[in-house]
Nanobody
Framework: VQLQASGGGLVQAGGSLRLSCVGSGRTFSSYAVGWFRQAPGKEREFVAAFTWSGGSLYYADSVKGRFTVSRDNAKNTVYLQMNSLTPEDTAIYYC??????????????????WGQGTQVTVSS
C-alpha cells in the first residue's frame, strides 16, 4: 500500500483541521494506520493509531479528547480530526501503516510504510 497525506494548513489556536490519509495499491483491511508528527528540532512522536480490521483506537495523552481518528471504507481513507488546536500542535504530520501484529502501535519504527507528510501550523 502507498500513502498520501493531506489536509494540513495554517489555523489559529482553538481552530480545527482534518487530515486525510489515502491508501492506494491495496486496502487497509490488514493494516494498522498511525499518525505521527515531528516538530522542528524534535523527535517524531506518536499521535494516534487505528487498526482497520478490529477498529481499535490509540491516542497519545497530549491529544486525547481533542483529536479523533475515523475511516471511510469506500475511500480507503483514514482521517485525523484535530480540534482545539494549540501552537504546540505545530508540526509535520505523517501517516504510516503496517500489518497488524502484537507490537505496540505508538513506536514509529514499528511502521514500514510512510506517507509524505503534511504541515500543520497553529498560530497563537
Amino acid at each position: 500500500v502507498q500513502l498520501q497525506a493531506s489536509g494540513g494548513g495554517l489555523v489559529q489556536a482553538g481552530g480545527s483541521l482534518r487530515l486525510s490519509c489515502v491508501g492506494s495499491g491495496r486496502t487497509f483491511s490488514s493494516y494498522a494506520v498511525g499518525w505521527f508528527r515531528q516538530a522542528p528540532g524534535k523527535e517524531r512522536e506518536f499521535v494516534a493509531a487505528f487498526t482497520w480490521s478490529g477498529g481499535s483506537l490509540y491516542y497519545a495523552d497530549s491529544v486525547k479528547g481533542r483529536f479523533t481518528v475515523s475511516r471511510d471504507n469506500a475511500k480507503n481513507t483514514v482521517y485525523l480530526q484535530m480540534n482545539s488546536l494549540t501552537p504546540e500542535d505545530t508540526a509535520i504530520y505523517y501517516c504510516a501503516a503496517r500489518f497488524i501484529d502484537s507490537r505496540s502501535y505508538d513506536y514509529a519504527k514499528h511502521y514500514n510504510i510512510w506517507g509524505q507528510g503534511t504541515q500543520v501550523t497553529v498560530s497563537s
